[in-house]
């Protein structure tokens, strides 16, 4: 199976939990169960974004969009991110109504078997993505199962929690769960906006991809005759870009210097996967102003 398959089994396997968690609460009227519905909201958001990302975001660029699709991400996890964090924070206020006013629980046993058969779904589909994303080194696809991971640790959590209400009758314990769970929810929710809103901002790349960057820049300066400057970044979706300038002796002919500019071109490509790199050619004491901004943003 191919890793858009699993995104399309995600949101399948993503669905039936949430269908199967919010009927253990409208059989129960547990909000901590309610919560626990939501954070597959999140893994369905998560998938059909990722799988809007493989289909969009690898479509080549056309007349309209010369540089690509990468950004179309960032839409939909901007949008996503905001009705997560909201339904988060409706949970936590009906959560804290009923941590005033305790409800007693109904029809226990049969919402928590449909939660366990829910995290047994889930424990099935994350071990299954976990080892498709060692075979192929998906870095993704591995961190998509570890938070489908954590999620089935959360399930039972909620789980032992509502036995401990069966047992004890500590009807509090309930929304306090519920409050947990959607706390975590909401900062996850308030994550995805924030990964768009950098992304929409051309945020420069990451200062590891930076130091590359310099890295092969330093490898082919000079002191005298060959000098790079006004080095700005940016990443787009799983596209990144390079500005720079390289400046070199007046005398030398275009064709040398665009040879040179190739084979830094090549460099950085080669060090940098993804990386697309944008190269001025100007003598050495001649500078273009329009861009000194960038300059000291860097
Ligand atoms: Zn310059």
Known sequence: MG?????????????????????????????GLLSDAMESVVNLAGAMFALAMVIIAARPPDEDHPFGHHKAEYFSSGFEGTLIFAAALAIIWAAVGRLLAPQPLERLGLGLALSVLSSVLNGVLAWGMLKKAREHRSVALEADARHLFTDVWTSAGVVIGLLAVAATGWLWLDPLLAIAVAANVAREGWSLVRRSADGLMDRAVEPAVQQQIDAVLAGFAHPTTLRFDHVSTRRAGQRLFVDLHMHMPPGWTLQRAAALRSSVEQALMAEVPGLRATIQLLPMDVEAHFDDQAERVL
């Open 3 to 31: 890793v858009s398959a699993y995104l399309k089994l995600s949101i399948v396997v993503a669905l039936v939990t949430i269908a199967l968690k919010t009927g253990a609460w409208w059989l129960t009227s547990s909000v």
